[in-house]
């Protein structure tokens, strides 16, 4: 880890940091101790694949559920206002499948990690 010098100050820095400021943050560190080699490139590639996993986990997280079209669906409902449009409302089937790649794709990564 970056931080094993000083665990304490680690944790007082990244405490308040976004997920896209922490990935900046390790990338940054990484460059600054080891340079830009071959496993930075991994390191980067593992980041990108976090923030397409956050975005998603975004979604799921902020917004509203309601029942399904059957009983192995439900409704993911996001809610937009914007100036140009106005009140949006966005429909989106999700499957207990769907929900189950997810997982699978937070857990690829992290056992990659």
Do not use: P
């Amino acid at each position: 880890m970056l931080f094993a010098d000083n665990q304490r100050i680690g944790q007082l820095v990244t405490a308040e940091l976004s997920f896209n400021k922490l990935r900046a943050m390790l990338i940054s560190l990484y460059l600054e101790r080891y340079g830009d080699d071959d496993d930075c490139k991994t390191l980067r590639s593992f980041m990108r694949r976090a923030a397409a996993i956050e975005e998603k986990r975004n979604q799921f997280t902020h917004s509203v559920w309601g029942a399904g079209g059957d009983a192995n669906t439900i409704t993911r409902i996001k809610t937009t206002a914007k100036e140009k449009h106005g009140i949006r409302f966005q429909h989106e089937s999700v499957s207990c499948g769907d929900l189950s790649s997810f997982v699978k794709e937070i857990k690829g990564l992290a056992s990659e990690i």
